[in-house]
């Protein structure tokens, strides 16, 4: 069964790819990859497939800022960006979906919590450190590994500033 | 590029949110946060007033969460060094870890007086076995 959505060439993308659509970007599963694409759809207008296009190339610029030095590790609560083109940016893939959903579904243990917490803090603060804001800190933006690790997405709602100026 | 001053955001708003996130965690209750609701100035984000977020005093992590929302933690780093010590003191589970503890210790407490009884009785049934067999003998060689 294929879907409205189109790849970058063109062609229409069958469903059980898709892990996620956004209002202006597609997330497919191909590999051990998550790969995210501009959204084009078969009613999509050029000047709208165009704006989306631009979007890559800012999440890419955050994707280098919070990267790793070889001397620390502390990216681990971001999610890891395996490869980086100018239409697509290919990121790890989380199996266990986002933080939301298992909240609604299941109640955490006491241990879970705070291990939670303790990591979501340790992010934000190493994102400060690179010198990002995050305007929309919220469960949906974290996606649970294979060890039901929290790590936060990259996305637009990333904002670059100076230590002064704030 | 899209700068933070460009658009009102600030450190401030964010461990405020990261605050309300944390609340989410620990009690489970999702908290919608409207920044843009304020009257002040329009299309700038603030953080919205304290009567507006749910209570967060008496929950585990409630001192974080309230210090987050209400501007005491000036960074994410002070936030991560709280949240460290607040493990060690969780405060709405205290009460029933400190109920269950009390329970185990009284089952310990059980468990071993029951034992101590036991061994106690068997101890004695053996002296006396070995009293009523003495007997038995000094009786035996008087007799004979």
Not at chain 1, 119 to 138: K, M, N, Q, S
Not at chain 2, 22 to 36: A, D, N, P, S
Not at chain 2, 65 to 77: K, L, S, T, V, Y
Not at chain 2, 102 to 119: F, N, Y
Request: proline residues 4%; glycine residues 6%; contains cysteine.
């Amino acid at each position: 069964m294929t879907t409205p959505f189109l790849d970058i060439s063109g062609n229409p993308i069958p469903h059980g790819n898709i892990l996620g659509s956004g209002s202006s970007a597609l997330v497919l599963l191909q590999g051990d990859a998550a790969v995210k694409f501009p959204l084009k759809c078969l009613w999509t207008d050029i000047y709208k497939v165009q704006a989306h296009t631009q979007k890559p190339k800012y999440e890419q610029e955050v994707c280098r800022r919070l990267e790793d030095s070889p001397y620390n590790s502390r990216s681990n609560g971001v999610i890891r960006c395996l490869r980086m083109f100018d239409d697509s940016t290919h990121l790890g893939y989380m199996p266990n979906s986002d933080l939301q959903s298992y909240l609604t579904k299941f109640r955490p243990s006491l241990n879970l919590q705070f291990s939670w917490c303790v990591e979501i803090t340790r992010t934000i603060t190493f994102v400060h450190d690179r010198c990002l804001l995050v305007t929309d800190i919220a469960s949906c933006n974290f996606l649970l590994d294979s060890d039901y690790r929290s790590n936060f997405v990259i996305s637009q709602r990333y904002l670059f500033f100076h230590w002064g100026l704030i | 590029m899209k700068t933070a001053n460009d658009r009102g955001f600030n450190i401030r708003i964010n461990i405020g949110l990261l605050g309300t996130f944390i609340y989410e965690i620990i009690t489970g209750e999702k908290v919608r946060v409207e920044l843009f609701d304020d009257d002040r100035a329009a299309n700038r984000p603030y953080w919205p007033k304290r009567q507006t977020l749910p209570e967060a005093t008496g929950i585990w992590h409630g001192w974080i969460i309230e210090g987050c929302r209400d501007g005491q933690f000036q960074m994410a780093h002070c936030v991560l060094r709280a949240s460290g010590n607040a493990h060690l003191t969780p405060l709405r589970q205290s009460s029933d870890i400190r109920f269950g503890q009390t329970i185990k210790d009284s089952i310990k407490a059980q468990v071993s007086l029951e034992r101590a009884q036991r061994i106690f009785i068997t101890c004695f049934l053996l002296l006396f076995l070995l009293f009523c067999t003495f007997l038995f003998f000094l009786f035996k060689v008087t007799v004979f």
